[in-house]
């Protein structure tokens, strides 16, 4: 692990702080809603409502600033992200932000749920299946618009239809099923200061490393097209802070913050 080190050579913090991990049942909750959907089960809309362990979670370790996240379904990996911020790096949320939207989107039951043309025609070429005839049978210009904050891909479907058989029965016991994980580095260095958009190509590059050796089925990068669930949560945990590890010691490797001092006498 890499740490900045003050001008005597202590060491004050790491490059990448402690890992926030969390289950969804601490922090989300479902509710129904009879408004039409986008597809005849595409009715529950995911809230962040942190119970009393979740509040806990958020006064220790908080989650807010910039940083990567992993999502996982029965402790098994099926999306890595980024979140930089809202308005400035250190706003935001990014359970409410991200993580309601993840379990709306990728499990096909969010209320404005959506997924493109190309997606659909590739799904009425595949196998049939219980969510595939659900989608085919919806109406196709609402299903298939590109507005929204819900938008999947085939391989988001590859992997919702894999465990449709827990998903279309989704409810709030079933949160606990989700958890997710989250990395954020220490803004010291050349990372102090830094706006959003400075800060989020770093993110992302780190995003790309991670995903390209993990292989989530959830993600438009990713290799994996058929739905089978990533590494487990310490795996996933171990990658992430290397590959952030190693990407800020390239970046702050000359930075005098970073580099060993040896004591005053």
């Known amino acids: 692990m890499n740490y900045y080190h003050n001008i005597e050579g202590e060491q004050i913090s790491p490059m990448v ?20 959907g986008t597809h005849a089960l595409a009715n529950l809309r995911v809230d962040y409502r942190p119970t009393d362990t979740g509040e806990r979670a958020i006064a220790r370790d908080g989650h807010s600033g910039p940083g990567l996240y992993a999502c996982f379904w029965d402790r098994e990996l099926f999306y890595i992200g980024t979140f930089a911020g809202t308005g400035r790096p250190t706003n935001g949320n990014v359970a409410r932000e991200r993580w309601t939207k993840h379990v709306a989107g990728m499990t096909f039951r969010g209320h404005g749920v959506t997924i493109g043309e190309r997606a659909l025609h590739q799904i009425a070429e595949d196998a049939p299946s219980a969510l595939g005839a659900l989608l085919l049978e919806a109406d196709r210009a609402r299903l298939s618009k590109t507005a929204g904050m819900l938008q999947t891909q085939y391989a988001t479907f590859r992997f919702a239809s894999r465990h449709w058989d827990d998903f279309a029965l989704l409810d709030s016991a079933m949160l606990a099923r989700f958890a997710f994980v989250y990395l954020r580095p220490s803004l010291h260095g050349r990372l102090a200061g830094m706006d959003k958009a400075t800060l989020d190509p770093h993110l992302r590059a780190m995003e790309r490393g991670i995903v390209a050796l993990l292989d989530p089925p959830c993600n438009a990068a990713s290799t994996n097209r058929d739905g089978t669930p990533g590494p487990g949560i310490a795996d996933t945990e171990k990658t992430m802070r290397q590959v952030m590890d190693s990407h800020l010691a390239a970046v702050q490797s000359d930075h005098p913050d970073y580099q060993l001092r040896s004591r005053r006498s």
């Open 17 to 36: 702080l402690p890992t926030i991990s969390v289950r969804g049942d601490d922090l989300l909750a479902l509710r129904h809603t009879t408004a039409p």
